[in-house]
């Protein structure tokens, strides 16, 4: 057995992507837990490169400043599934799959201390940083995957304080037309992405999400010229929607004659327990009614952020441990209810 096999159904130890080249049915939504998380270094420093667009490729994780030979460790109980080296991209690296429904993976390193098949726990060495492969400067390439697709690993963890946004991540399949999609969201800040397929423009992408072409542009660092690539992954709206309002307009139209007889799925998956499939919406409600968080970008301010979220800036403060007058660092993950 290998954890997690009521999602994937099976075990591979070839492809970070297990399912490259095949279908793969993604249940409607899948709740994660995150609660044993351990950063995957002993200190956090800094964030060298983000999760998005670079350079015409997309980097489908985050780079953590290491020094080579720096301990790595594993960010969940889980099972090696990857030991492999490839020269013009990840170097040295490591595929593990948690109990979970998670993927992880930790690139760029110089020297493995697992082996493919090894068992590990949470904050175990795993090997140590490098600067092998296509990197300039030593570092943690961090990915964090599910079922084949990358997922912004600053959306589950909160990497300036070393913890998780909630205990509890859920990866949601929008569905269009009563049909599943290409299309994801992730539960903490309900943002929408798309997955580019063969004949999508910006213009088309916005019109189907009730966007600008110029919001997309913002959103994932893309000028109205660039080419898009088949499988990119796009950023549709700004994470402050509820969920309901981050579908798409087609979903939203579809929905009254849909409800009724549409059948949902929710895959709960624990960090104690292979993942399972079920129907489970009373789970669903109680994930909704977690906390909401705001992550910080040029131009907030407190008041601003109060005023979008309908609270006061007493209440952030309070909530945050802040005062009114606390610089608000980029990238800072503020509660917001």
Not at 302 to 307: D, H, P, R, T, V
Not at 322 to 328: A, E, G, H, P, Q
């Amino acid at each position: 057995m290998f954890p997690a096999d009521e999602l994937y159904g099976e075990w591979t130890n070839e492809w970070v992507n297990p399912f490259r080249g095949k279908k793969v049915d993604l249940p409607d939504s899948c709740i994660i837990d995150c609660s044993t998380f351990v950063l995957p270094m002993d200190s956090m420093t800094r964030v060298t490169s983000k999760y998005g667009p670079r350079r015409r490729r997309m980097h489908k994780g985050i780079d953590l400043k290491v020094q080579i030979g720096d301990t790595i460790r594993a960010a969940f109980d889980g099972k090696v599934r990857i030991k492999n080296f490839e020269r013009r991209g990840y170097g040295y690296y490591l595929v593990i799959r948690h109990p979970n429904g998670l993927e992880t993976v930790y690139g760029h390193l110089s020297k493995f201390l697992v082996g493919v098949n090894d068992i590990v726990r949470a904050g175990d060495p795993i090997a140590l940083g490098g600067n092998t492969g296509r990197s300039t400067g030593s570092h943690l390439h961090f990915e964090t995957r599910f079922l084949g697709q990358a997922i912004n690993p600053a959306d589950i963890i909160d990497f300036e304080n070393s913890i998780p946004h909630q205990d509890q991540y859920v990866f949601r399949n929008v569905k269009i037309n009563g049909r599943k999609s290409n299309i994801y969201t992730s539960s903490n800040s309900q943002m929408v992405y798309h997955r580019v397929k063969s004949g999508d423009t910006l213009g088309k992408i916005a019109r189907i999400y009730g966007t600008t072409v110029n919001e997309l542009c913002r959103l994932n660092g893309l000028k109205s010229t660039s080419m898009l690539r088949i499988g990119q992954s796009i950023r549709c709206s700004a994470g402050v929607e509820t969920a309901a309002k981050a579908t798409p307009k087609a979903q939203t139209q579809k929905k009254s004659t849909a409800s009724g007889s549409s059948k949902k799925i929710t895959v709960q998956a624990s960090s104690s327990a292979t993942a399972s499939l079920g129907e489970n919406t009373n789970t669903m409600n109680d994930v909704e009614a977690t906390p909401v968080y705001h992550r910080i970008k040029s131009g907030d301010t407190l008041g601003a952020i109060a005023k979008r979220y309908g609270t006061s800036v007493s209440k952030l403060c309070e909530l945050n441990g802040i005062t009114k007058t606390t610089v608000l660092r980029l990238g800072r993950s503020l509660r917001c209810s």
